[in-house]
Every structure is written in structure tokens, then in C-alpha cells.
């Protein structure tokens, strides 16, 4: 038996145990926001017990307060793109399951309703526009060129380490003109900004505290320096010098400059990470892949949904309302599960298939919708499609040769490492 064929039989035994388990357990004992489901990569029958029988379900069974699941497609676009009746306010909770610890509750654009949130978004939105991205494209296939030519052959390394972080920290360093030579610590800072306290992290509150402290002290002062310069084309300079954003407060300044590490390091390092994995686990789609490269365009997008690198976002209810036969409470905390709508049957054909020629490959929730659709999607995509045509340029395969260490997290579905060999 080789490897593969016996990570694939583990991981049928895991899954044929996670389906015995969720379907034995009374739906109001259901925590779908149970992060050891992500780790394990358990959670999809828990899910699918969801949409089917509970789409709209209160869980009063976790160690955090009790919160409503939405499971379906629909739901979830109904929840996100009514902005008026379920807020993303930091003040009210945010945009996570579980509210941050007091002291962290720096709010940025993604956890303000309106009208500050279009203000502060619109101020960093110019960085992603079509003509600005179409000269990112040129260093990203540059820089990816350089990363993969350094990669060994026949020797197993960490793609997660050696690919996905260091050409997301690069391109982030670069989004901030942020110390190139330090740039993973923008990798450690996003890292410790979202784990939780069992995620082997960091050691204890203590040690979280003087690392987002030392970000914030960082941050600070790249600020002042910006603010005091001329303006450039970047994110910092770019929010110094904006009268919507220049006054903010250093606790709305280190949320928003949070959101923009988390934003452009998680999602496109864990999808990278994700598209690497589910091509060896799908090997027909592999092969789909290496005889026609045009599919990347199609590709990218399916990897997206599956690999759906923010598992959640979280609302609060303004106002009471229905939704799904179910009544919610003014002041309830409403998750909408994007990594299960990513699921749903009714709207996605043959959703727990990878399919890297679908006909609508971007029905999909990974970036959200309404006023909250997330703002770099566009070169998180990009990213995505260069470091795909650059791999297929030099590499028959990457394998992946063990099982991959997931993120304990119900927020971040991400991959820590991913074992791989490029056979020579």
C-alpha cells in the first residue's frame, strides 16, 4: 500500500466515524462550532445533518454563548446582504463566533455597519483595482518563479511553509511596504491575532498580548512615518493620508491593519495550500489539469469553494426576525456557516465533488456578499492562477506524502503543513 492510498483509507475510516457520531447525536446537542471538527476535518456531516433537518439551528450546548447556525446558501445570502437587520459591529460582538477577549476588540471596516464601513473601505479599495493588479501580476509571477525554482526534488519538504506562506507574506509585505526582510512576521502576527487558546499557538494570554503589542507598536510607527511623507501606493499610506481614515484611533487602526494581514495571508495561503491537496486527492482532476493548464481559470474558483479558508462569519441580530421558520432575538448571535452553504445541494450541483471544469464554478460564499464581499478577492484569485501556471510550466506533480496538520479553529479553515515531494 502506498502512502496516499493509506492516507485515503484514514481518512474514510475518519469520516465513516464523524457520520456515525453526528447522526447519533440529538440535534440539540448539536456545537457545530466545535473546533476539533476542523481540525479533523469532521465537520461535514454534521453540516449536512443541518441543512437537512435544522437549517436554522440554536445551539445552547458550547463553552461560548449560545448562537444560531445557518447552513443553507440562501440563508447565508439573506443574512449577509441585510446589513440592516444583522449587524457586524465590534461593539456588539463582530464578525466571529466567539467574541475576542476583552483589550482585543479593535474594530476595523469588516466589523462596522454602515455608513463608517464603506468610508474606511473605500480608502484601501484603489490597491485592488484592475490596473493596479495587472502590475501586481508581474512581480507575483516573478516572485513565484524564484520560490519554485528553489524547491528540492525527490525530497519531502513543507509546501505549506516553502510555497503558500512565503509568497503570501511577500505580496502582503509588499501591500503595506512593510520591512521586507521581516516579513514573517506579518505570518506569526496573523497567526496568533486569530488562535485559540488550545491551538498550541501561543503558550498563554500573556505571550498573545506582547505579540499583538509589538504588531501594534510596528504598526504605529510605520504610521507615523507615512503620515509625515508623501503619499504612496500603499495600504498604510494609503489610510494616513484619507481623510476617512487618517484621524482613527490606534485601536481602529491596528483592526483594520489586522483585517488586511488576515485577509491577505489566511485565505489565499490556506487555499493554495487546499488546491495542492485536493488535486491529490482528486487524481483525475489532477491529470483534467495537466492536460489542459486553460482550466486554472475554473479551477481557481472550485478550490476556493472547497477549500473555503474562512469557515465563518457571525452577525448580531439588530432587531427580532425570522428566518427559516425560526424566530431570532434581538441581540442573538447569528453564524452563517459559509463552508457548509459551499454544500448545499440545492444550489451546487454535486457539491462534495471536486470539480475543476465546473459549469459555475463561482457559485460560491467563500468571499462573502453584501457590503462585506470581501475587497482583495480579485488578487487572491490572482495569486492563485499565477502560482498554478507556474507550477504547471515546471512540475508533472507535486505529491503529497502524509496527512496534512489542520488549524484548530471553526473561523480559520487552514492548513499548518502539508508534507510533499516533486518526484524528479
Known sequence: MNIQTAVSSDRAELQRLARQEAYATPLADFHPGAPRLFRDDTLWPWFERLRKEAPVHYCTNSPIEPYWSVTRYNDIMHVDTNHGIFSSDASLGGISIRDMPPGYDWPSFIAMDQPKHADQRKTVSPMFTPTHLDELAILIRQRSAKVLDSLPRNETFDFVDRVSIELTTQMLATLFDFPFEQRRKLTRWSDVSTALPKSGVVDSPEQRR?????????????????????????????????????????????????????????TTRNTMSGSVLALNEHPGEYQKLRDNPALIESMVPEVIRWQT????????????????GR??????????????????????????????????????????????????????????????????????????????????????????????????
Not at 459559509?338 to 464554478?361: C, K, L, M, Q, T
Not at 499565477?386 to 492548513?415: A, C
Request: proline share 5%; net charge neutral; aromatic share 6%.
Open 210 to 266: 506582547q505579540e499583538m503589542d509589538e504588531c501594534k507598536a510596528c504598526f504605529a510607527n510605520l504610521w507615523n512615518e507615512r503620515v509625515n511623507s508623501e503619499p504612496r501606493n500603499d495600504l498604510i499610506s494609503m489610510m494616513a493620508h484619507s481623510e476617512a481614515t487618517r484621524h482613527m484611533d490606534p485601536d481602529n487602526l491596528m483592526g483594520n491593519i489586522l483585517l488586511l494581514i488576515v485577509g491577505g495571508n489566511d
Open 327 to 424: 424566530t431570532i432575538k434581538k441581540g442573538d448571535r447569528v453564524v452563517m456557516w459559509y463552508v457548509s452553504g459551499n454544500r448545499d445541494e440545492d444550489v451546487i450541483e454535486r457539491p462534495n465533488e471536486f470539480i475543476i471544469d465546473r459549469a459555475r464554478p463561482r457559485t460560491h460564499l467563500s468571499f462573502g456578499f453584501g457590503i462585506h464581499r470581501c475587497v482583495g478577492m480579485r488578487l487572491a484569485e490572482l495569486q492563485l492562477k499565477i502560482v498554478w501556471q507556474e507550477m504547471l510550466k515546471r512540475f508533472d506533480r507535486i505529491e503529497v506524502v502524509g496527512p496534512p496538520k489542520r488549524v484548530y479553529s471553526s473561523f480559520v479553515r487552514g492548513i499548518e503543513s502539508l508534507p510533499v515531494r516533486i518526484p524528479a
Open 309 to 324: 479558508p474562512l469557515a465563518h462569519m457571525r452577525r448580531t441580530a439588530l432587531v427580532d426576525t425570522e428566518l427559516g
